[in-house]
């Protein structure tokens, strides 16, 4: 019902930043919850970032300070600018959308395809 395309991702070194985006095809994208997940080799997918139809946000203590998560409803569109990036970001970066009635998340999330996010010298 709902696809997720995301971009942005790419070499950068230590200290650097990047912007990831993610598009969401359909009409319900101003009632979905919209989260940044990544995955790095070796180890189990984790949530970094969350923001919620209304535009409240939450991070991982790992990326607070550093990472921004934002959303365009406009355009179906929801952000990760990553500031400040480490060796230990390096990851394959997902989005997630969650339908949301009455503030609560129902349903099962929607994934994109990823995008990689590699820090290094």
């Not at 009409?27 to 970094?48: C, H, P, T």
């Not at 959303?71 to 990036?85: E, F, G, I």
């Not at 969650?98 to 590699?118: C, F, H, N």
């Amino acid at each position: 019902q709902v696809q997720l395309v995301e971009s942005g991702g790419g070499l950068v070194q230590p200290g650097g930043s990047l912007r990831l985006s993610c598009v969401a095809s359909g009409s319900i994208f101003s009632i979905l919850a919209m989260d940044w997940y990544r995955q790095a080799l070796g180890k189990q997918r984790e949530l970094v970032a969350t923001i919620t139809s209304g535009g409240s946000t939450n991070y991982a203590d790992s990326v607070k300070g550093r990472f921004t998560i934002s959303r365009d409803n406009a355009k179906n569109t929801v952000h990760l600018q990553m500031n400040s990036l480490k060796p230990e970001d390096t990851a394959v970066y997902y989005c997630n959308a969650m339908k949301e009635l009455s503030g609560i998340r129902v349903g099962a999330g929607y994934w994109g395809q990823g995008t990689q996010v590699t820090v290094s010298s």
